[in-house]
């Protein structure tokens, strides 16, 4: 059974820090890229954050560059997403998700989904 099992989200204040992570099961991790998603109600899933198999190629979307890290440990098979200096609008649900061949940012070049970990930044 596959499983990508979300956690550490939850309430922050604006300027606050957290830590996801996204635990793997019954999938193959480790030659595949990983990325984070989020979705804000009323809005389309958006593209976080995606690092490569290795490590060595990590990708950000703008509005959180140099405030969040993407990394990865394959012997744990878990990804995780550092995110500092949080602003209200990063409020929103995290998905971790395995790529389905490499990095990118499209939602659909992603085969396997974690159920989401909501994440609330309050200004």
């Known amino acids: 059974q596959v499983q990508l099992v979300e956690s550490g989200g939850g309430l922050v204040q604006a300027g606050g820090s957290l830590r996801l992570s996204c635990a793997t099961s019954g999938v193959t991790f480790s030659p595949f890229a990983m990325g984070w998603f989020r979705q804000a109600p009323g809005k389309e899933r958006e593209f976080v954050a995606a690092i490569s198999w290795d490590g060595a190629r990590t990708y950000y979307v703008d509005t959180v560059k140099d405030r969040f890290t993407i990394a990865r440990d394959n012997a744990k098979k878990s990804a995780y997403l550092q995110m500092n200096s949080l602003k209200s609008k990063d409020t929103a649900v995290y998905y971790c998700?395995?790529?389905?061949?490499?990095?990118?940012?499209?939602?659909?070049?992603?085969?396997?989904w974690g159920q989401g970990t909501q994440v609330t930044v309050s200004s």
């Open positions: 998700a395995r790529a389905s061949n490499t990095e990118g940012s499209n939602p659909v070049e992603y085969d396997y």
